[in-house]
């Protein structure tokens, strides 16, 4: 992976090595599709919330196609938010009002057109960062027999870094394709990488993410 130097120069190299971060992961032999919030208030830069995440979109719908045409589980995420959430009833919302136009039944929680979903994919509606928090999705994971979870989505600093933490505290292989997830801004988006890849992820490039998917033969780390 290629980092700025501000994160990768040789006092933060040095310390990372010294602490035994940045090990490779094992992949398993059944992969599932995690999409994270690709939904229009983050994909359209006209909302308050939003970004141009044209690209991200674009890298998703080709590994959410890959999933399919091996039959191997897809699920996808949107926030959605009720007036009883608005009222005080979550705690995020105090940290991030902004937050709160992501308002259940408008056009903002509704999942960018230009994704290739099928009946078949989940749709878990979440209030909170993570995907698997107040969800079903580590569940729904481990009664499919998935092992190694590609989390795609947005944003890398909120909802995907979530989204990873617990799927490894869950005990499943994580790796996050690159191309794949986005940010309202770049220092945030880097930053969050190279810490995702640090300590609880492989962060791949899509090639690799697109080839597991068709023949996920379970190979050692370093693929």
Excluded at 205 to 220: F, I, M, N, Q
């Amino acid at each position: 992976m290629q980092y700025s130097r501000a994160m990768t120069g040789p006092d933060t190299e040095e310390i990372y090595e010294r602490a035994g971060w940045g090990g490779r992961v094992p992949r398993g032999t059944r992969p599932a599709i995690l999409v994270v919030d690709l939904s229009r208030g983050f994909t359209e830069p006209e909302f308050p919330t939003g970004a141009d995440l044209t690209d991200v979109v674009a890298a998703t719908s080709r590994l959410v196609e890959a999933a399919h045409a091996t039959g191997a589980p897809v699920l996808f995420t949107t926030i959605a938010y009720e007036e009883s959430d608005l009222a005080g009833g979550c705690a995020w919302l105090r940290k991030a009002p902004g937050m709160g136009i992501l308002r259940a039944g408008s056009e903002l929680v509704d999942l960018d057109p230009r994704l290739p979903r099928r009946p078949a994919d989940a749709l878990v509606v979440k209030k909170g960062p993570s995907a698997f928090f107040g969800t079903d999705v580590a569940a729904s994971l481990v009664a499919q027999g998935v092992d190694t979870v590609l989390v795609c989505g947005a944003t890398t600093s909120g909802c995907v870094r979530a989204s990873v933490v617990d799927a490894v505290q869950y005990g499943f292989t994580v790796l996050v394709p690159r191309p794949a997830v986005g940010d309202r801004a770049a220092g945030p988006h880097e930053a969050n990488l190279f810490d995702i890849d640090a300590k609880y992820a492989d962060v791949i490039d899509l090639d690799d993410a697109l080839a597991y998917v068709a023949a996920p033969a379970g190979e050692a780390p370093g693929r």
